[in-house]
């Protein structure tokens, strides 16, 4: 069976490394870089090693193209591209659209297709169908399915083979086709009702992270201002062995989900004339954060940044990953270069961010710990600047949340 894989990605070379075991799979993506890169067997996703994407070239299961036509001749689409806000944090479906014109105007012939990139419900009967029928002549009656991913970069327990999968279609073959696809490198499949609760489910689990991530970095504000550990608080909740789940503090959410996905959940509430006052107000908690850092910051250091050298440790949204999309870091270095502070940053995990380098590790005047990749040192962050404010609770002996 020939697979097509639109967007190579994250989410798009994860599921091609995983599909070629079985599949021979053609990864389509526009950035002709990044294309010519997996060509030459250079995997840009943490997770996905550059051997076995060589060993697939090599043996003929895998090749990357920026042609849509070479999408012609397959029996099984999955759609993997992104689905970020617009400018106006609104959903933004271009990416999408765009998948769709490429699927419309080179399918020859019914094939099955998976939507994984994550929007709100009935974004696959609604729009991606509509879309692709359109982009068609003449129009050829697909099968369509959701399969969200869950897929979280970086991580080594949890992965293609052992996360749960939901899926749905919008037939009961489409259903069938899915999960037969899936079976071979997927353990457990989750079959729900209809897409639109596989989508649901998709926001709903990360809008759960979202809400209790602000909800604990109220909490850490609440704790400071009382006087008292807000980890060896959260310990103590954490030793209840039901109803509660232990979330930790941080400078806010980044990454292409938990700030994003939400309000997917939100505008979609809100044009059905449901309340979404939990989102919104999380997002603008987490967002606040950077804000609250940097006061902190400089409450301990005077009242007054300027002129001050600080060095940013960790601008990566998360430890041990190079994705800077939506990182509190940025907030964070916009409001400390407010304060007049010289801001530089040191994350080697990342090396090239906005056209400047990782700074190294030393001879600041203050530190602000934003993300602790295991790769660095915690006595080095430490030794960096007289002054250091850890947000991540790893840098035992400094200042922090
Ligand atoms: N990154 C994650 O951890 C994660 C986890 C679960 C779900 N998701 C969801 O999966 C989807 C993809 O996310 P990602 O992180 O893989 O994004 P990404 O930015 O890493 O990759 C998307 C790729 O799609 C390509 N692309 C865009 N439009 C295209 C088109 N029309 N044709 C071909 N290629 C195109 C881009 O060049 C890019 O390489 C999103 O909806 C996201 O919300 C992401």
């Not at 697909?142 to 749905?168: C, M, W």
């Amino acid at each position: 069976m020939k697979v097509a894989i639109i967007g190579q990605g994250y989410v798009g070379l994860t599921i091609s490394s995983f599909a070629s075991e079985f599949y021979q799979v053609v990864g389509v993506d526009n950035d002709s870089r990044l294309v010519e890169d997996l060509n030459k067997g250079i995997s840009h996703i943490e997770g996905v090693d550059s051997a076995v994407l060589k060993e697939w070239i090599r043996v003929g299961r895998y090749h990357a193209t920026t042609r849509g036509s070479e999408i012609a001749d397959v029996d099984l689409v999955v759609i993997a591209v992104p689905t970020p806000l617009t400018s106006n944090r609104k959903p933004d479906l271009r990416f999408i659209d765009s998948a769709c014109k490429t699927i419309g105007e080179n399918l020859k012939k019914p094939v099955l297709i998976i939507n994984e990139s994550t929007s709100f419900p009935g974004t696959l009967r609604n729009y991606i169908k509509p879309a692709i029928e359109k982009y068609s002549t003449p129009t050829i009656e697909h099968l369509y399915a959701i399969s969200p991913e869950r897929v979280d970069p970086g991580r080594s327990d949890f992965n293609q083979k052992n996360t749960p999968r939901l899926l749905a279609g919008l037939t009961h073959e489409a259903t069938a086709r899915t999960r037969e696809f899936y079976s071979k490198f997927c353990d457990q499949l989750v079959e729900v009702s209809s897409p639109e609760v596989a989508e649901a489910a998709k926001l709903f689990e990360n809008t759960f992270r979202q809400v209790n991530i602000a909800l604990v970095n109220e909490f850490a504000q609440i704790t400071h201002s009382l006087g008292i550990s807000v980890y060896e608080t959260l310990d103590a909740a954490d030793t209840k062995p039901y109803g509660f789940m232990k979330f930790t503090p941080s400078a806010g959410v980044g990454g292409h989900c938990i700030p994003v996905d939400p309000t997917y959940l939100a505008a979609v509430a809100e044009e059905h004339g449901a309340p979404a006052t939990f989102i919104r107000r999380a997002n603008e908690v987490n967002l606040e954060m950077s804000e609250y850092i940097v006061r902190r910051v400089a409450e301990d250091n005077g009242g007054n940044l300027e002129g001050k050298s600080v060095l940013v440790v960790g601008v990566a949204y998360k430890p041990n990953v190079a994705d800077v999309r939506e990182t509190a870091a940025e907030l964070v270095i916009e409001y400390l270069r407010k304060k007049g502070a010289v801001v530089t940053w040191h994350d080697e995990v990342v090396g090239n961010w906005k056209g400047e380098a990782s700074a190294p590790l030393q001879g600041a005047d203050i530190a602000v710990v934003i993300t602790k990749h295991d790769s660095v040192d915690a006595k080095k962050i430490l030794s960096s600047a007289h002054y250091v404010f850890d947000t991540t609770g790893k840098v035992a002996g400094s200042k922090g949340l």
